[in-house]
């Protein structure tokens, strides 16, 4: 049973594999309720990683996010989280978005229609997992006659990895749930969940850079290393909500580097920006995003050794 205050971990994209299976287990023993997989260009697979990391761990709930759809033929993606969701059933998320455009297109991988392209191998994908069996002539998904062999009992959900209204919309129609990068923000949780506009139950996770320690500016400091490319092109949309977003935005351009972006960021975004400070700032922070309509909060460690990181995130948790 998901939990709709839950608190979870990002599996850092660039943690050594052979220490994989160690941090999964960490975070599972300290209480997180879920570990995210990042399928980031060019690192690691989604789907092997969550393998893994489920049949080393026994409860925590892992999702993946996300497969890029134009990556992956609708039927066969459908197998793969098929296959874990019967061996590992009611553990598993699944989060399907448009991937990165610089890298789908260094792998001939960017379609026409990006949006069209995601609602119908989103539909498809949550139409099998559900036992039905499909005639689809879609521009971008073709199936005759697809029907799973052994559809599991419990369907994972699929929520969309996405930003943007048109794509938040699509999201609202035909997914589960919607998955959103950091950094997110309670005014930015409030424009999504307007766009989304969701008919059905609808799950949000909301991914947040986080540092937690004794002095809330060290905490910042390490918070800072992670938010030196907010505001970018791509990341523009979960500025615009905020009361500061002007300013935000004269800073970015008025400097020459991510470095010194970051280094110039005032303490008061910072906190906005974050999961950080102090365990009572970062508890009260999640809790703000929690009452404004987070289902699941996904910390990313920030600072440089991600295991003494994830156990000071720990302090986070209810009844440390």
Known sequence: MLN?????????????????????????LLGFDELWIVEDC???????????????????????????AAARNAAFATLEVNTLAELFPGRTTIGVGHGMPGWMRQVGAWPASPLTMLEETISAMRALLHGEKLAVEGRY???????????????????????GPKSLEVAGRVADGTVLAEPVTPEYLAAVLRQVDAARPHRVIAYNVAAVHPDAAKARDLARTRLDWVGEPDGRVHIEPLPFADEFFALRESVDSNEAFAAELPDAWVD????????????????????????????????????????????????E
């Open 4 to 28: 709709d205050r839950a608190i979870g971990v990002s599996l850092p994209r660039d943690l050594p594999a052979d220490r994989i299976v160690e941090f999964a287990q960490a975070a599972e």
């Open 42 to 68: 060019f690192f690691r697979g989604g789907i092997a990683q969550a393998s893994v990391v489920l049949a080393s761990t026994s409860t925590i709930h892992v999702g993946v996010g996300i497969l890029p």
């Open 141 to 163: 998904v073709r199936l005759r006659d697809v029907e799973l062999e052994s559809a599991a009992p419990v369907p994972p959900l699929i929520v969309a990895g996405v930003r």
């Open 272 to 319: 906005q920006l974050a999961v950080v400070g102090t365990v009572p700032m970062a508890r009260a922070r999640l809790d703000e995003l929690h009452a404004a309509g987070a289902h699941s909060v996904v910390l990313l460690p920030a600072g440089p050794d991600p295991f003494a990181a994830l156990e000071a995130l720990a302090g986070l948790l209810p009844g």
